[in-house]
Every structure is written in C-alpha cells, then in structure tokens.
C-alpha cells in the first residue's frame, strides 16, 4: 500500500528556513502528481505546492510563490519542499499527498487527493 512519510518539521524564527522531505513507498509508477498540502489551527486544509509527475511542472499556492520550492528524486523517490523566508502565518501541520488520478494537485485542491502522510509540524515564532 502507499505509504508517505514526512520529516523536517520544526521550530524557526521568522525569515528562517526549513527544508521538508517526503518518502513515498509503496505507490505504481503511473500515478498524477504528487505535493503538500498544510492546515492550520482553525483553518481548512490548502494546496502549498504541487508537482505533476509525467511533465515535472511544478505549482505554487500565491501565498509561497517565490518562497518555497518544490523538489523531487525520482531514484530515492522523495518530494521536498524547501521552505525560505518563513513567516508566522506559515505556522501549520504540512502534509505530503499523492493523487493517483486526475488533475486536483495540479490546482491545489485537496479533496481530489488520494493518499495523505501523517503531517509534520512547522512553526514560526519568534
């Protein structure tokens, strides 16, 4: 079965940096796309960003563009999302997700999403 593992999650000042990492096992070759999705407290689940297997076309939520990257290693099979200039409101549970299917990662939509990891923490404080 399809198994995503997040780590990298943490506690840093705001302007700091995080790098996040995604481990997905278990998944076939053929699937959509692959991201991270985030959730705050009190808030709904939102695309950060997403990147669409077949083309290597990476998407970004408005909120991190020019902030964060997207990555992935096709060898190691693993997703990262570097994180710079990071600010409180990017304080929130960040998920890894993998869409089998369909085109809801490629617009940020998380419902459409297939498989979740079981979320890391970030939080930025001062």
């Known amino acids: 079965q399809v198994q995503l593992v997040e780590s990298g999650g943490g506690l840093v000042q705001p302007g700091g940096s995080l790098r996040l990492s995604c481990a997905a096992s278990?998944?076939?070759?053929?699937?959509?796309?692959i991201g991270w999705f985030r959730q705050a407290p009190g808030k709904e689940r939102e695309g950060v960003s997403c990147i669409d297997r077949r083309s290597g076309s990476t998407f970004y939520a408005d909120s991190v563009k020019g902030r964060f990257t997207i990555t992935r290693d096709t060898a190691k099979n693993t997703v990262d999302l570097q994180m710079n200039s990071l600010a409180p409101e990017d304080t929130a549970v960040y998920y890894c997700a993998l869409e089998q299917r369909g085109s809801s990662c490629i617009f940020l939509r998380h419902t459409g999403m297939d498989y979740w990891g079981k979320g890391t923490l970030v939080t930025v404080s001062s």
């Open positions: 278990g998944f076939t070759p053929d699937y959509s796309a």
